[in-house]
């Protein structure tokens, strides 16, 4: 649904996930993760997300601004980062089992929550760094019946608010669109550089109003059977000596060993 | 009905490499299921690549051919897709997991209501035709095996560069399909495609990587790894850890990691890298894998099959200069 009127409307979807320094244990069932140990943080490229919202805002003086999470509780700390940064509003739609979900229940929870609400963009990460299914945002425009640009690092809004034109990234290159909105923007690393906040902003941030949503969750269409570790590295060699000798050596080995060059 | 359907990629009348990976997979998937394969090609002018698709194993190729077809647009695309499903009722349709394969198949599953697994790297398929996946979470920290349960057509995208392609020469029968595409419906217009000046092959595709991290101390430096990449041949590029990009000295779309790119190449070199977790889960399935640092306890030596710990501003030249010499390529 269009915001229409004088400033701009966003819809920020955010998940919590791992901090991309974590080392990721699998659980005793074998089809989850130990969260025990973990620091969760904001997706990353969900900050990008949440930093051109705000950039939007300014630009157009005036707006709201609204985090949506699909999550369990705790999702409520990475949304609190968000305000702080200078989002207005959160709503959580609370799922205990993150881990049984597949991007098109979190997509139609997203949906539903989504649909009555004033908006003129929605911005998601282009993935999240823990499933890295990078599906949500396009299933979300789709239920939505909206347009979308995935994977943008680089959006101009129209002052009409009617279009945009999204630099988006593709293999060599980039690819310029026109998009009417309202649509769904997925973010891109470079898309901007998000902004520092500080504890006592976070603290301001405690007083931001957070709606907790229950939904009955769709049913996953895909399952996670079992996780598993990548193989081990056979043990490498350190090719040792003169820099010239230590070069051929290292020549040698990807011609005759691994046979990767002629 | 049913089949295995793919979903070809081609560039101003070329078939990408990624297609006929798709073609290999799939036909190996037909034939365990005991159903054909079919390639839905989509665009303006492509039938001459019919007979391809079915050197490489199409039994079928369902061809929209259409000037409204000509740009990739997301909405336009999904529509003649699902409308080609819904006649043709496929069990199984793979996509490349693409920069365009990655915008499309999400939005397809949702109109289709059916599951989605991206970035596929192992695919079987069982008696019953349902498939399960392998696939990478964390950059590659873990992989996950993942299987369909409900619905059909049952999706998957399949990473670059990991299928080995087979030619398997089958009939091709071109089964044309009407294109009805509501104008309305397609709210994006392409206005133009910038390719990179100089660009060589991308990460994800690329069969050698020369990557660069903090130890190149400065972005001037790169052109050494530029020199030994161009000596390494067309398919060769340069990459770069998340502290060198952060730092300025090279673009995002280089950034090899779990905030950047995971790559699968046969060779990555790993210049100046000191190994950081999420920089080694997206480059440790490349198949060799070359470190040249001059910390000895650098944990990308854990990763590397031949590790040099030496100054890299002498050895990459000399690599370079030794290539040159003994005339590779």
Known sequence: ?262 | MAGIWIFPEQINGELKKVSFELLSVGRRLADKAGEELGALLLGSGVEMLASELAKYGADKVFLADSADLKDFLTEAYTSVICDAVGANEPSVILFSATTLGRDLAPRVAARLGTGLATDCTELDIDDTGRLTVKRPLFAGKLFANVAFDNGKPQIASVRPNVIPVQEDSKAGEVVRLEVRIDPSRVRTKLKEIKKETGARVDLTEAKFIVSGGRGMKGPENFSILENLAVTLGSEATVGASRSAVDAGWRPHSDQVGQTGKTVTPDLYIACGISGAIQHLAGMSSSKYIVAINKDPDAPIFKKADYGIVGDLFKIVPLITEELKKSGKK
């Open chain 1, 1 to 262: 649904m269009n915001g229409g009127g004088e400033g701009v409307n966003s819809i920020v979807c955010m998940k919590q996930v791992p901090d991309t320094e974590s080392i990721i244990r699998i659980d005793g069932e074998g089809t989850g993760i130990v969260e025990e140990g973990l620091t969760y943080v904001a997706n990353p490229y969900d900050e990008y997300a949440v930093e051109e919202a705000l950039r939007l805002r300014e630009k157009f003086g005036e707006g709201k601004i609204t985090v949506v999470t699909v999550g369990p509780q705790r999702a409520e700390e990475a949304m609190r980062y968000f305000f702080a940064m200078g989002a207005d509003e959160g709503v959580l739609i609370r799922d205990d089992e993150p881990q049984k979900r597949d991007s098109l229940s979190v997509a139609q929870c997203l949906a539903e929550a989504i649909r009555d609400m004033e908006y003129d963009v929605i911005f998601c990460g282009k993935q999240a760094v823990d499933d890295d299914s990078g599906q949500v945002g396009a299933m979300l425009a789709e239920l939505l019946d909206i347009p979308q640009a995935t994977v943008v690092a680089k959006l101009e809004v129209a002052d009409d608010k009617k279009s945009a034109v999204a630099h988006r990234e593709i293999e060599g290159g980039e690819e310029v669109i026109e998009i009417q909105l309202p649509a769904v923007i997925t973010a891109q690393k470079g898309l901007n550089e998000p902004r520092f906040t500080s504890l006592r902003e976070i603290k301001r941030a405690m007083s931001k109003p957070i709606a907790t949503r229950e939904m009955r969750v769709p049913e996953a269409k895909t399952r996670v059977v079992s996780l598993e570790r990548p193989p081990e590295r056979p043990p490498g060699r350190i090719l040792e000596g003169e820099d010239v000798d230590v070069v051929g050596e290292l020549v040698d080995a990807l011609r005759n060993e691994a046979k990767l060059i002629d």
